[in-house]
């Protein structure tokens, strides 16, 4: 039985949820202006893939790029061999798959980010950074993080299965 509280949590995290995809509708937009104001060599969706693989412990293929981003293998490869052509990233051997390398980030990317960070967004980071106190900010990260990881131990793909049929 659905009790008041169950209806008023999901209708919170229904609220969130608009909120937080509008919100990153926005930041994808601030992140694209930013980028093209300083003539940047990429847009977005390619420094999303490039920061990946710049922040990443370790080399990544192109498969665990993908599922890390929640995006499609093709928009991963689209993004990769334009990194690749302006010489940012490199393939590395791949031990357990000849046929999906790793990537990693080369000198001259790891001198495009440093300088990309500095240039386009550091000034605009600080901007924001001064309205917000630090250990507001600082939950917010831990409360994503643990949406996240909710979000992770959750299989909706067989939620989805369900509700598929359940329209037909």
């Known amino acids: 039985m659905t ?3 169950d209806i008023d949590r999901k209708a919170q995290f229904i609220e969130m949820f608009q909120d937080l995809l509008s919100l990153l509708a926005k930041l994808h937009g601030i992140s694209e202006e930013l980028l093209a104001a300083a003539n940047c060599e990429m847009n977005h969706s390619c420094w999303v893939v490039f920061t990946i693989i710049h922040d990443a412990e370790t080399a990544m293929s ?3 790029i993908a599922t890390h981003r929640s995006i499609t293998r093709q928009a991963v490869q689209r993004q990769i061999c334009l990194l690749l052509e302006k010489n940012f990233i490199k393939a590395v051997e791949n031990p357990h798959n000849k046929r999906s390398p790793f990537y990693v980030v080369t000198e ?3 001198a495009f980010y440093n300088e990309t960070c500095e240039k386009v967004y550091d000034p605009w980071l600080s901007k924001l950074a001064a309205h917000y ?5 600082k939950k917010l990260v831990g409360a994503l993080k643990e949406l996240d990881g909710a979000l992770n131990r959750i299989d909706f793909k067989s939620l989805t299965a369900t509700s598929s049929t359940l329209t037909q």
Do not use: A, E, L, M
């Open 133 to 137: 106190n630090y250990d507001d900010t």
């Open 108 to 110: 001259q990317g790891i």
């Open 3 to 5: 009790t008041k509280v």
């Open 62 to 64: 192109v498969p665990q």
